[in-house]
């Protein structure tokens, strides 16, 4: 007599058990680490403006110094260029003053809104600050707000 070959019902129930189960876990944590990176496009861009700005006082000694090239990307002929985000959208320090400035990233910019909601801020203090929405997504997915520094994982951590 020929013993029959194969999966029995059980075994296969089995196999997609275990399959469900590793993706219920494994799914929420791809979707958070794929954010963390999205985030980074931020905060790298920030600190490169941040860089911009301070070459540029240490120059000039002043954030806004006549007859010299112009810095703040909000007036014409900017020496400092806003760079196109996928991500974020970076509003350029608009009405810097001699000895202060303030760079913001919003979250969701006209190409990709998976960020809404989220906002980095830096000033010349070197001072980050992350601002999150109520009821956004990035609130939703566990992100908070921080005043001292820049969020990059879920529950406010930085």
């Known amino acids: 007599m020929q013993r029959p070959t194969g ?6 129930m089995v196999t997609v ?7 219920a876990v494994a799914i ?9 990176g999205k985030i980074q496009e931020a905060t ?6 941040r860089t911009k700005m301070e070459q540029y006082f240490q120059d000039n000694r ?6 010299a090239p112009v810095l703040d990307p909000c007036t014409a002929g900017s020496s400092v260029a806003v760079p196109p985000l996928k991500y974020f959208t970076i509003v350029p320090p608009c009405g ?12 969701g910019s006209a190409t990709d809104g998976s960020m809404s909601g989220i906002t980095f801020t ?3 203090g070197n001072v980050r600050a992350t601002t999150v929405t109520g009821g956004s997504p990035m609130e939703q ?7 001292n520094c820049w969020t990059t994982k879920k529950g406010g951590q930085c």
Do not use: C, H
């Open 7 to 12: 999966f029995t019902l059980i075994e296969l």
């Open 141 to 147: 997915a566990g992100y908070a707000n921080n005043p």
């Open 62 to 67: 002043s954030y806004v110094s006549p007859g």
């Open 28 to 36: 929420p944590n791809y979707t958070d680490y794929v954010k963390r």
């Open 44 to 49: 790298s861009t920030l600190l490169a403006m």
């Open 122 to 124: 830096i000033n010349e």
């Open 96 to 107: 810097l003053t001699a000895t202060t400035y303030r760079i913001t990233a919003t979250g």
């Open 17 to 23: 058990a275990i399959v469900a189960i590793l993706a």
